[in-house]
């Protein structure tokens, strides 16, 4: 597969043209979607990574994306209810611990809580999601919904974006350190975890959505799967860019303080 043999990619699917007939041609087109469609790539990002947010727009963006964060788990339950296998089961089971915790270990829960808590916010309230984006909850609950309905090979196939999340985090962790003076390498701690966390999650999906999509329907499905989960990422960051960049914050929605 070749770039120009993608062009033929839609908002929603990899398009009819395209037949994938090896394990080698799916790790193929899951990169280029990662490299073509991950929300590194969304404008808003580029202004949180780059300095160019106050820091009211940060917290809305902490704000939304602890909706997100706080969900995961709740996604990945799902996921292991999809399962007879027990091994997948085993496999799949430490996602959630790593976003829940343990009796006397921290979660990645937890660690974006301190982030919120360094930029201001009230815990009640970031845990309370009422002050969240419509348009963050919409996208969230499609996700679980996604994992939910569609077959599990396509649950699984939809946390590829952990393969690009390393570079998104070395660049946040970085950026924001040397941009906001509100920020320390402390209340950062979440995304120095998944730098560790994230490629092993993504090394086992990625080995199993190359030995269970035996066909090029069930590739595209694998691939369909990830462009949505970039959806689910994308929209969000057009929610933010909406309403604290572009100044249309919907009714009932978080308001940072002037100044």
């Keep these: 597969m070749n770039a120009a043999s993608m062009t033929g990619m839609t908002a929603l699917s ?3 043209d395209i037949r994938l007939n090896s394990a080698e041609e799916l790790e193929a087109t899951l990169r280029h979607i990662g490299a073509t469609r991950y929300h590194s790539l969304h404008p808003f990002h580029k202004l949180l990574h780059g300095g160019k ?4 727009q940060v917290q809305a963006w902490a704000l939304n994306r602890y909706y997100y964060q706080s969900t995961i788990p ?3 339950a799902v996921v292991i209810s999809r399962f007879r296998d027990r091994a997948t089961r085993l496999e ?8 829940d915790g343990d009796v006397g270990a921290e979660g990645g829960i ?9 930029l201001g916010l009230d815990t009640a309230y970031v845990e309370s999601t009422e002050g969240i ?3 963050t909850r919409f996208a969230v609950e499609a996700y679980v919904h996604y994992c939910r309905e569609k077959s599990p090979l396509e649950a699984i196939a939809s946390s590829l974006t952990e393969l690009f999340a390393p570079s998104i985090h070395e660049e946040r962790i970085a950026g924001m350190l040397q941009h906001y003076d509100f ?5 950062m701690s979440y995304f120095k975890r998944r730098l560790t966390q994230a490629p092993r999650d993504a090394n086992f999906a990625l080995d199993y959505v190359k030995r269970h999509a035996t066909t090029p329907e ?5 691939c369909n799967a990830l462009i949505f989960k970039t959806n689910v990422l994308w929209v969000q960051l057009d929610a933010l860019q909406h309403a604290y960049v572009e100044g249309n914050i919907p009714p009932g929605a978080f308001v940072p303080k002037a100044g």
């Design 218 to 222: 069930q590739r595209a499905q694998v």
């Design 74 to 76: 709740i996604k990945d």
């Design 110 to 118: 937890e660690r974006w809580i301190k982030l919120t808590e360094g």
């Design 133 to 135: 984006l419509p348009a």
């Design 183 to 187: 920020v320390n390498p402390d209340t």
């Design 53 to 56: 947010l106050n820091k009211g």
């Design 14 to 16: 990899i398009g009819r």
């Design 92 to 99: 799949w089971r430490h996602r959630i611990e790593d976003h």
